[in-house]
């Protein structure tokens, strides 16, 4: 016996001595099943004033797959982002947010895409910031509500947060095309900008000199990569610092009271008069979405998405071979971002986001995987998939009624299965994921502020 | 599920004991041990229906080195220790504890493993040295978890994961695999989340 053990042993007769109870329990049971693990008693939230409804028709298990989908929880903290809750900084980040100066030609701000009428996304296939050279991006524009939930962010996840993803549409060229080196200046050259910029963050780097701060460029072009080290810390630091306020803007866009959290809302509270208006075709469909269709699978959680990544085979838009590698690009490019949760300008670079980076595969078998989208407000927000591929949800649920369109792939994943719904139910379905659009926005967060400054 | 098949709550008192149960008898009772030198170990058996289990805090193992399964369901205020789930590796080689770290395996959300592993099946002798790797996949929809965790022996014979999620509801397995002494084997566990 090797000293560890021994070691171990005398510990064992030091528990037998000291323990000051121990008890002998039954033999252990065996695996139990769905049935045996489903309290008798209806499932209810634990600040729930009294006893949920019963759904008649919705078995306990599906009761509580329902309960888990309403309502939002509270916004969650981003310790990444020292500004996140900042409402100077969520003031200023929507005043850029509409501001058509942050774009090489002058033409294109982030609502050009995102269009807070359609829940802020742009209505097109694959996103396109028009003007007269524009080329359509890879993908679909996803809506920005809800998104302080998300974990990762863009379809194939390549950022970490709300502040970090809000970065790479502004230096890619069919997008803003803009350079983190112009925006740093014109924050300098425009009074209104740079007052609202150095009442948050202080005095920008001293930007007048051309030739340590070149008029505009970002990796990868001769004017960045011939700065010095500390200028080019400095730069990004005003980038990552306008991320922020992007992200405190972004935080607040926020769906919430649609009619489903309306219903759920009076099953919570046993109000059964309150839960009948709910429309009954969108009740049924709600059965379906937690019951035999299985879409909680994957549209889990109040904001209908598990947060992570499948392949769920659709096929390209233009019929050819898929080659959009997805989540498995992602994942690399997510690690190697600088302003990652873990870099230098997250405020919480040892932080829970920034370990769980360290446990991504960098492996085959996400490729083609996309990030599940969200379903509220999915009504106002076709077409559908990563590339647009579908036009109308009424497409979305044929295609997961039959998979006959689906694309065979080398992967033994069976998480889809065909649903086998009658056209009934497949508008039951449509009506529930109709009634999953939020109540309209506060106005006031739908439009460019008069100015960058809040308000005293 | 029949009568004495129950799952079984344990508490321990402050003073934070490090539990090390030396169950490993199918079809006998067992008995759970506090091994440092404050606390205790409190164990109840809820009633049949399992509505007396405090939530997240149900531990069921399977006797005859069968699978095992944690449920878990809502994380409590003050989550609950569980109880190691032991197996034997494929060849009977090793023999592995695994409990989740400060309460019941979360859906969707990191969490972390404590794991015990021994050269013996009598759980005499820790195994320290060996090369563990811990993955999880649904049989059902023939996935794994879209993580990569690690794993690191944190005294001789315990062995901490990190970056684990379970992303899904359903049932899970468990692999662990271990190598040590010019063995390679696995060690395989269920859970079902809800």
Known sequence: ??????????????????????????????????????????????????????????????????????????????????????????????????????????????????????????????????????????????????????????????????????????????????????????????????????????????????????????????????????????????????????????????????????????????????????????????????????????????????????????????????????????????????????????????????????????????????????????AVTAPYMHQGQLATLDDVLAYYNTLEQAVPTHSPERTLAPLHLTPEQLAALRAFLESLTGAPLDPALVAAPPTPDLPQ | MAAGDRPVHCEESAGGPRRRPTANGAGRPRLLLPLLLLGSVRCTAPAEDGAAAPAGATVASAAGGEPMAVVATEAPAEPAPIAPQWAATAKGSFTVGWSPVGGPVPVNEPFEIDLLLFADPEKQQPLTGATVRVTAWMPEHMHGMGRQSQTREVEPGRYRVKGMLLHMDGLWQLFVDVTAHGKAERAEYALTLE
């Open chain 1, 1 to 378: 016996m090797n000293s560890a053990s021994i070691a171990f042993e005398r510990r064992l007769a030091l528990g037998w001595l000291l323990a000051v109870a121990a008890c002998q329990a039954e033999p252990p049971p065996t695996l139990p099943t769905a049935e045996h693990t489903e309290p008798a008693a209806t499932p209810v939230a634990p600040t729930a004033p009294t006893a949920p409804l019963a759904l008649a028709e919705f078995t306990p298990q599906e009761l509580r797959a329902a309960l888990k989908l309403s309502p939002l929880p509270p916004l969650p903290p981003d310790p990444t982002n020292r500004f996140a809750d900042d409402p100077r900084a969520a003031h200023f980040g929507q005043f850029l947010f509409f501001d058509q100066r942050l774009s090489g030609n002058g033409a294109v701000s982030c609502a050009t895409c995102h269009r807070p009428e359609l829940a802020f996304t742009d209505g097109k296939p694959l996103g396109d910031a028009g003007g007269e050279a524009s080329l359509p991006l890879d993908r679909h524009t996803p809506t920005l509500l809800n998104g302080a939930w998300q974990r990762w962010f863009f379809w194939d996840g390549r950022a970490d947060s709300l502040w970090s993803q809000a970065l790479h549409p502004i230096e890619e060229p069919r997008e803003h095309g803009f350079s983190r080196l112009a925006l740093a200046h014109l924050l300098n050259d425009a009074d209104d900008l740079k007052r609202a910029y150095e009442a948050l963050f202080g005095p920008l780097p001293p930007l007048a000199d051309k030739t340590r701060f070149p008029v505009a460029g970002r990796p990868g072009h001769p004017p960045w990569e011939s700065m010095q080290p500390d200028d080019r810390a400095a730069i990004d630091r005003v980038f990552s610092n306008i991320g922020k306020t992007f992200a405190a803007y972004q935080r607040r866009l926020v769906s919430r009271d649609s009619a489903f959290d309306r219903f759920i809302a009076a099953v919570r509270a046993g109000d059964a008069a309150r839960a009948a208006e709910y429309d009954p075709a969108a009740r049924e469909g709600l059965h379906l979405f937690v019951g035999a269709a299985r879409c909680t699978r994957c549209h889990s959680s109040p904001t209908f998405t598990d947060r992570e990544f499948h392949d769920n085979r659709v096929p390209n838009a233009d019929g050819a071979p898929r080659r959009d590698p997805g989540r498995q690009r992602g994942i690399a490019r997510v690690q190697d971002d600088p302003f990652n949760a873990a870099g230098r300008h997250s405020d919480a670079p040892e932080g829970a986001a920034a370990e769980q980076l360290r446990y991504l595969p960098r492996a085959a078998d996400s490729f083609s995987h996309f990030k599940t989208p969200t379903l509220r407000d999915v």
